[in-house]
């Protein structure tokens, strides 16, 4: 099956009627920067979540930062996260000073709860899982593991917007922070969110976004400017009224593509969530085996020929570039499950503008490269 010109894209980002108008509300206000629109986002993202409170910022990147400074984390701290995320988890870490370890991730790409144990140490402060592509790490055993070190939990919850473990939200196990990147679930072109429910750790992180301020001119600590504007809240607004019909649509485009691909050798499939979690699909990835009959960039390009957009997300472990080189120990970050993901790896389109003839041309054509 040649493609006809038209590519199904892996991301599609898409505007309504109603964004268009609350945008056009807010130009017409003059009110551009942070305020009502703002505050309705976030009370709409906390009501979502089950968390009292959520303080919207500039981007996902920001949000990290802020609820690292936000426990007082800084040197002379460590800080345990996984080594299979995009590169603002470990940037953020390292802007606020602290010292990095990693823990190697399962088969689900989250971080491998069983194996915290040995990392930690008397220098631990934070665990910092990443929720990826949608799945939540295993929370239950984590905050377990957490409380009996005294550790505090921030979740690195950019691609998990709706996401649960028997029936808690992302971001309710300890500070979440979230991304709100023109591609993610839930977007306002850039954006972040963070969700608490210890009322001193969100007032610090207001005064944080606002240069400090409690009220114009009475700084009551040395911050920043991470507040979000009332144009990015106004396109998000109408996303949070329908996050269940957009995730759901997710759920059920995988669902299709998992009964579709099942039993092609040398393709591993996301699967079923288990320890009572939901994935919400910010990505459908796929692994590429050794024992299939191309490799990953041949099967990338084949996609493409056909007209099925795809990407790599990621193609290497977050510390394995020149940049870092002498800021991570790198004899502490032996990961070989991370390594061995980051070179099989491929999502697929899962986003919910796709037909249901896109969704079963794209398992079609997956079959068809698969089998040559």
């Known amino acids: 099956m040649q493609g006809d010109g038209r590519l199904i894209p892996v991301t599609s980002v898409q505007t309504d009627e109603r964004t268009e108008a609350l945008v056009l509300d807010v130009l017409r206000s003059g009110q551009l920067a942070q305020g009502e629109w703002v505050q309705r986002f976030e009370e709409m993202f906390a009501e979502a979540h089950n968390v009292d409170h959520a303080v919207a910022v500039n981007n996902g990147t920001t949000a990290l930062v802020a609820a690292l400074r936000a426990l007082d984390i800084g040197p002379g701290d460590e800080v345990i996260t ?50 990826l592509y949608g799945l939540m790490t295993d929370m239950d055993a984590l905050t377990e593991l957490a409380n009996s070190k005294n550790l505090q939990i921030i979740e690195d919850a950019a691609q998990a917007v709706g996401a649960t473990q028997n029936d808690r939200y992302a971001g309710s196990f300890g500070v979440g922070c979230f991304s709100l990147y023109a591609t993610k679930n839930i977007s306002t072109g850039e954006g972040g969110m963070i969700t608490s429910n210890d009322g001193e750790v969100a007032e610090r992180l207001r005064l944080l976004r606002n240069q400090g301020m409690k ?33 759901s649509k997710r759920q059920t485009n995988a669902k299709y593509l998992i009964q579709g691909l099942d039993g092609i050798p040398g393709l591993d499939l996301p699967g079923l969530p288990d320890l009572g979690r939901t994935h919400v699909y910010h990505q459908f990835t796929v692994r590429v085996t050794s024992e299939a009959n191309c490799s990953r960039d041949e099967f990338v390009e084949s996609l493409a020929n056909r007209g099925v957009g795809s990407g790599i997300y990621y193609p290497k472990v977050v510390f394995d570039y020149e940049c870092y080189e002498g800021l ?15 070179s099989e790896v491929v999502s697929l389109p899962v986003h919910p503008h796709l037909s249901l003839e896109e969704v079963e041309k794209i398992v079609s054509v997956i079959r068809e490269v698969m089998a040559e």
Not at 118 to 125: A, F, H
């Open 328 to 342: 991570i120990d790198a004899e502490l970050s032996d990961v070989p499950e991370a390594t061995a993901a980051a």
């Open 215 to 247: 009220t114009r001119y009475q700084y009551e600590v040395v911050g920043h400017n991470y507040r979000m504007t009332n144009v990015a809240a106004a396109i998000g607004i109408p996303q949070m009224e329908k996050l269940d019909e957009i995730n």
């Open 82 to 131: 996984s080594p299979f995320t995009f590169v603002a988890t470990l940037n953020a870490i390292l802007e606020v000073g602290a010292t990095v370890r990693f823990v190697d991730i399962g088969r689900d790409f989250n971080m491998d709860v069983s194996l915290l144990g040995q990392s930690i140490n008397t220098r631990t402060r934070l665990l910092l899982p990443v929720h």
